[in-house]
């Protein structure tokens, strides 16, 4: 009887739709894990197709390209250690989420999913067939028991494989980040491993797909829930672990524990991991970014810098004749610090142009928010001009905050390809600044270190400069009131009733409220960017556009 099993981990990031790549990765960390003797190679979930493919892969020649690819690697990998990798499966001409396991040539056993996760950013009910609850599979003597992902967030999958003679428990995930989440999937874990007595190995993928980051993080819990084995997170890393069998059945052997960062950090991290992944990903090298001396442009050019380096980011300063001498300072300083490239275009001569464009038709009527918008459109027109000219994408740059309430010019500041702070709200924001002025992590920041945000910008009024001595406080609440309301009616979907309960103005409580539903048409057409919590504009939050209804609680 076997009484080690040596287990490799693949804690890898897989890019949706590249299926060759996905298989090469899998295939290099099958060499990996043979040069070390192991007995079984494991990936994360649906690691073949990339996660999430969303409606992609219910498209019969993707998940039949996929299937193929995972059979041709199960002959690639026929001498040596099982490789188990997720991907699409079909049975009975249904579709599941599945989970593979390779020997001798061959796909030997088919682990199908049987929870499927409909909540949050999952839609899995849409997209695959539930699968009955099963048994484990052998790799040589050892049975293993597999709970995909989701199975493992309840009892009875892997109760079911314990009871059918699984020794432990492999989970394969792709599971995205969100802030603390470490915790609660420790949590979960745990708790499966109380129920069973089994040591369980969790394995999570790395990357950046669209707004979400898979963060890694994979450990593995021998019996009791003590913590054998922690992968880092959100890096790539191939690691392995070592079982032994005792009179009491397996233990991991303790091996490294990374160390896990707070979340500050982890949020930081994923907003450059998210850019980072997004670009390469879609084939960009190079972003620009309307950089005006506030704080908001200023953490994205420091995010932008971090993620592709100074080198791949252009900051442009487009400055009207409400832009203060304070902002041209700021922005140049900022620009100094990080390193990156800075270019200047007033936009005063374009406005003068477009004001007597219109002038015939707009006679008789007085300045309004038209005018202050143009402004900002003209920035986006000249940033986009650039983007094409350059081929660098274009960032957008507004906050979790501003995002709820609608407080940005459509086709103007609006204008971009991808916004890595669009899940911060604007007091996080202040403080993400100030921890980056005093962190740096050369192993994933390829920004400099130091204060690369002057303290003055981060400490100055907030103002959208679009007219004389604007700020935003004059049309919204104090950030703290409103990303305190913000958290409520959005993140936890509360009353007006609860709110006012919690202490906020009833009134204030009510135009918040307004300003969130009436801007639901601009969020539709926002750029996506990185999600940091489980309640982020677009799929976790699923609002109609026209919507009439206002909460009468409270009055
Ligand atoms: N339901 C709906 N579906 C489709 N379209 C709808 C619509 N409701 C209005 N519209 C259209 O949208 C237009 C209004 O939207 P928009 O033109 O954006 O204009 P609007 O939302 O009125 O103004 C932009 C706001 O953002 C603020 N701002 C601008 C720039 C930067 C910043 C910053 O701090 O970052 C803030 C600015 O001070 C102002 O309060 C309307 O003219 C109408 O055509
Ligand atoms: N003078 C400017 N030069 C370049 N870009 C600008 C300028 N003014 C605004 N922008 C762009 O439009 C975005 C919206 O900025 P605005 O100043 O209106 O408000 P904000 O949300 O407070 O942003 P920030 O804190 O970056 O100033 C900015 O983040 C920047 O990308
Ligand atoms: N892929 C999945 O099944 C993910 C769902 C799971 N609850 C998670 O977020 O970790």
Not at 235 to 244: L, M, N, S, T, W
Not at 363 to 376: C, K, P, Y
């Amino acid at each position: 009887m076997t009484d080690k099993f040596r287990l490799t981990l693949a804690q890898l990031n897989p890019t949706v739709g590249d299926i060759d790549s996905n298989a090469a990765k899998a295939r290099a960390a099958w060499e990996a894990g043979c040069a070390a003797g192991a007995d079984l190679v494991a990936l994360p979930e649906m690691f073949i197709t990339g996660y999430n493919t969303q409606d992609l892969v219910m498209k019969q020649v993707f998940h039949e390209t996929a299937i193929a690819a995972v059979e041709a690697l199960a002959r690639d990998c026929a001498e040596g250690p099982a490789l188990a990798i997720g991907g699409p499966a079909v049975e009975n001409g249904h579709l599941y989420n599945g989970y593979y396991i390779c020997k001798g040539g061959r796909i030997v056993s088919t682990v199908l999913k049987h929870h499927l996760p409909n909540e949050t950013v999952f839609d899995e009910v849409r997209l695959f067939d539930s699968g009955p609850l099963g048994g484990p599979y052998a790799v040589g003597n050892v049975r293993i028991g597999s709970p995909i992902c989701e199975d493992a967030w309840h009892e009875d999958v892997a109760e079911t494989l314990a009871e059918t003679g699984a020794e432990f428990l492999l989970v394969p995930n792709g599971s995205p980040y969100f802030r603390n989440k470490i915790e609660v999937r420790q949590n979960m874990m745990v708790a499966r491993v109380v129920e069973t007595g089994l040591p369980l190995v969790y394995l999570n993928m790395v990357g950046g797909q669209d707004d979400q980051v898979f963060d890694g993080g994979s450990f593995v819990l021998n019996p009791h829930g003590e913590l054998a084995l922690q992968l880092p997170v959100f890096d790539a890393v191939i690691a392995h672990v070592d079982f032994e069998r005792g009179p009491e059945g397996w233990r991991a052997v303790p091996g490294d524990k990374a160390h896990l960062p707070d979340a500050c950090e982890q949020d930081y991290r994923c907003m450059v991991e998210a850019l980072r992944d997004y670009c390469g990903k879609t084939g960009f090298s190079k972003v620009l970014l309307g950089l005006s001396g506030g704080v908001d442009s200023a953490i994205v050019a420091t995010i932008a810098c971090d993620a592709l380096g100074p080198e791949n980011v252009r900051c442009v300063m487009l400055p009207s004749e409400y832009t203060s001498e304070a902002s041209l300072e700021d922005a140049e300083a900022v620009v100094k610090a990080l390193g990156c490239r800075y270019d200047y275009v007033p936009i005063a001569k374009g406005r003068a142009a477009i004001t007597e464009s219109l002038a015939p038709l707009f006679e008789g009527r007085a300045a309004d928010i038209t005018e202050e918008n143009i402004q900002s459109r003209l920035r986006g027109l000249l940033l986009m001009a650039m983007s094409n000219k350059f081929g660098e994408m274009l960032l957008t740059t507004g906050n979790k905050s501003e995002v709820a309430v609608g407080y940005a010019t459509i086709y103007g500041d609006m204008a971009g390809g991808y916004n890595p702070i669009k899940d911060l709200y604007k007091t996080r924001v202040f403080e993400t600044c100030r921890w980056r002025n005093t962190n740096h992590r050369p192993e994933w920041m390829k920004g400099p270190a130091g204060e690369v945000i002057p303290v003055r910008v981060i400490d100055k009024p907030p103002s959208a400069e679009l007219r004389e001595d604007q700020r935003d406080e004059d049309s919204l609440p104090p950030y703290e009131v409103l990303d305190a309301i913000l958290e409520m009616l959005v993140d936890g979907d509360a009353s007006v009733a609860e709110c006012v309960a919690a202490g906020f103005d009833r009134d204030t409580v009510k135009r918040v409220e307004h300003l969130l539903y009436i801007s639901e048409y601009k969020r539709f057409q926002s750029a996506p960017g990185a999600r940091l919590t489980p309640r982020s504009f677009w799929l976790d939050r699923r609002y109609p556009i026209v919507n009439r209804w206002r909460d009468p609680s409270a009055g």
